[in-house]
């Protein structure tokens, strides 16, 4: 039986471990922005923002990182974030996931079953964009015992040995063309949606969020679109379905959908029930929590809101909000090690954002324009500064207290709901807590 190793984002492994990993070699290393995690991100023997299970020694030793903040409401974070129709966002958060089918599964438990909700929403989501747009249509080939017509062509063996010899005079074999929307594509999208209605419905965990009858609204609303399409696809056929240029909405769609039933094995009944072994996958949970605020700003601000807004050398702010002319990231922290240090490095680097002039330009900034640019830390619980050693009791005395802020049902401007940093000019701080169960 392979050994698992449990740790929480940002735990170091014990001593033991320790010693026993450092004889194996391994090449932990930072992941680098946008990339896919080695090892979940594990660095300097201590988790990072990846949750999941990965192998370290294949079907011998692997490790499981569960989240620090403990009852996250995955399903609701996941619908939020996949509310969002652009692409921009929507190929943000194809990157917030990833999963590696042609590795061995890892045993599991209950604590790490976000990865099938995961799915599960993600091609609901991509499955409904599409429908809106309209399914692809083409022309399939069919052949039919037609009742005294002919349509298309004869196929002449056929005709005998069906109908000549068997003295049925009233029918014929025929060979045509229909322009239809039960193609491959929209069969094998079909086929994955029925796999996703049995996977709802039959998963415990999921029926106890709240969320779980919405989900199942939206699964009925697609089966009746789809009612029409066969889900008669076989496991060869979907290894070869690929694209076409002209439909390129059609790609996330496809390439979920094959992920969904292949963590099924292509087989129904696997999905009738829960999953206690996971192929090794991974979750960045500072990207998912972007995306999580991203949804609730966006709510409280329609179409004041942009998102990760691209600077120069290659760098991205999160989010800036265009009437306040305030530049905004979200920082996936619990605390700041309940002190001054974590935040001072994080004031540094949204201040480069607030010279960048590729980002000020999307604020519609000037270079005559004389103002202090405003900036904003977002982050999932409050912070407190009590422990740092270096405070006076001034600066202490100057420390404010939030607490979790709900953006959606406030009506007024966002810098109003901060904090102000007093230690700095112009920086503020908000709370925007996770959901939890």
Known sequence: ??????????QSFN??????????????????????????????????????????????????????????????????????DTKNESDYFAQCYGIQFEEPTIETDEQLNQLTPLLVL???????????????????????????????????????????????????????QEYTDDIPENRLLKKALLFADRIINNYESLKAQSSYFEIQSRLSKLK????????????????????????????????VAKMLLRRYDYSISEASQEQHSTPPFWIDMS?????????QLEKAYPG??????????????????K????????????????????IID???EISGYARDWKILQKLSITKIYSEEIKCLIIYPEPVLFQNEDTLSEKERQDISIDSCKDVTTFDGKLLDLCSEIKWFSNFYKISIALPHD
């Open 15 to 84: 001593s033991e471990y320790i010693e026993k990993i450092k004889n194996l070699n391994l090449a932990f290393q930072q992941t680098d922005y946008l990339k896919e995690p080695k090892y979940l991100g594990i660095c300097d023997y201590c988790a990072s923002y990846y949750i999941g299970a990965s192998w370290l020694v294949n079907k011998k030793l692997a490790v499981i990182v569960t989240p620090k903040m403990k009852n996250i409401d995955f399903v609701t974070m996941f619908l939020s974030a996949l509310e969002v």
């Open 122 to 176: 993600h091609f609901v989501s991509l499955l409904e964009r599409l429908v809106k747009r309209g399914l692809k249509k083409d022309y399939i080939i069919l052949e039919e015992n037609l009742k005294t017509k002919v349509k298309g062509r004869l196929l002449f063996t056929k005709h005998l040995q069906k109908n000549v010899f068997q003295q049925r005079s009233d029918r014929v074999f025929c060979q045509y």
């Open 287 to 295: 990207r998912l929590y972007e995306m999580w605020v991203f949804s």
């Open 1 to 10: 039986m392979p050994e698992v190793i449990p740790l929480i984002e940002h």
């Open 323 to 342: 009437d306040e002319r305030l530049i905004i990231d979200a920082k996936y922290k619990p605390h700041y090690d309940y002190s001054n240090r974590g």
């Open 346 to 348: 994080d004031i540094r």
């Open 304 to 321: 004041q809101i942009q998102f990760q807004v691209k600077g120069h050398c290659g760098t991205a702010v999160d989010f800036i909000k």
């Open 224 to 255: 009746n679109r789809l009612d029409g399409i066969s889900d008669k696809i076989e496991p060869y056929q979907v290894q070869k379905l690929s694209t076409n240029k002209l439909f390129k909405e059609y790609k996330d769609a496809i390439r």
